[in-house]
């Protein structure tokens, strides 16, 4: 069962609201040498398995614990890393990171682990021999790690750059859609893509918020778990605040879900005293 259900829900003032109006160049400057100094670090957000309330998974979350803004969300600098290509190395290191970190938890099997990879990771050529390093090192199997991309990283690219992702996928390495439904989904494309995993998109979740709940956010939920359930892949929701969600989101046969209403995302330390053993 999962821990704590529903225990978990209190109200913060946004951490990072204050840090709204710091300068995006001189945060910008500061990434190579946040990296250097170990500045960044990983909470962890447990999945957890429909059908039973089980831990199925964490995805890794990366923040940045700045010397003078304090602790920043990766909304706020991610796209800066992105832009100046650090993202590259960063990326590099949430993966190690959250690789070496999880494989020490749970009692015998690893607890799996969702990282997120931005599109010019994607498009890198040391994708594939990294990951096969991180994983070797650490000693865990391929289907330990999800890989979660964006639709619209996707979008456009040609057989030639979506190689790399089927090559990981054959070795057993698990490819989530992340946000799916907010871009243009192209839902023809689907088939194209070696993904194991639709996430939808936290917005259909908020649309199950009411009571009762928007017919048509309803119908919309239940055709994409129909076809993505038609073409073999799993459906994670995201933004789970609320049991009457969760209920409904169960009901309409998602298998995994992800949200506040089962445990906000958590250090290291806490997430595997919390979690990692429960599953
Ligand atoms: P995402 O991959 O879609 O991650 C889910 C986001 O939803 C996280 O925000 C998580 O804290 C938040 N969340 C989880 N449950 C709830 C809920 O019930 N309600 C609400 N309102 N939000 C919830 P976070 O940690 O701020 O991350 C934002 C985005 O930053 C991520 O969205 C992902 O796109 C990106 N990101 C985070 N870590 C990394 C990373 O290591 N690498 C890259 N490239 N991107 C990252
Ligand atoms: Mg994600
Ligand atoms: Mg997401
Ligand atoms: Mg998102």
């Known amino acids: 069962r999962a821990k704590d259900a529903g225990g978990n829900r209190y109200e913060l003032a946004d951490p990072d609201s204050d840090a709204r109006a710091i300068d995006r160049h001189s945060l910008t400057n500061h990434l190579p040498a946040a990296l250097e100094r170990d500045e960044f670090f990983l ?10 309330g089980h831990v199925d998974g964490a995805e890794a979350l990366v923040r940045w614990k700045h010397p003078v803004h304090g602790r920043l969300g990766p909304d706020r600098f991610i796209p800066l890393a992105e832009h100046t290509g650090l993202i590259v190395p960063l990326g590099r290191w949430v993966l190690e990171q959250a690789v070496a970190q999880t494989s020490t938890w749970a009692g015998g099997q690893p607890l799996r682990v ?28 391929p289907s330990s790690l999800c890989l979660e991309v964006t639709e619209s990283a996707l979008i456009g690219a040609d057989e030639d750059e979506l190689k790399p992702l089927w090559q990981l996928a054959e070795l057993g390495v698990d490819i ?9 989904s192209n839902l023809a494309n689907l088939r194209k893509l070696p993904a194991t995993t639709l996430k939808l998109d936290r917005s259909f979740t908020q649309g ?22 038609a073409l073999g892949l799993a459906v994670t929701v995201e933004g789970v605040e609320t049991e ?5 989101l ?3 046969g998602c298998d995994t879900a992800q949200g506040w209403y089962y445990a906000r995302p ?6 595997a005293k919390d979690w990692a053993t429960t599953g």
């Open 114 to 141: 969702n990282v997120n990879l931005s599109p010019r990771q994607l498009h890198h050529p040391d994708l594939v021999p990294d990951t096969i390093a991180v994983l070797e090192a650490a000693g865990v199997p």
């Open 176 to 184: 989530a859609l992340d946000d799916f439904g907010t871009g243009y």
């Open 250 to 252: 169960r009901d309409l």
């Open 244 to 248: 009457h969600q969760a209920d409904q």
């Open 43 to 52: 909470e962890y957000q447990p999945l957890i398995r429909m059908s039973d």
């Open 208 to 229: 199950l918020q009411r009571h009762p709940s928007d017919p048509v956010d309803v119908t919309f939920v239940e055709g994409i778990v129909s076809l993505a359930h």
């Open 266 to 271: 958590s250090a290291a330390a806490e997430f």
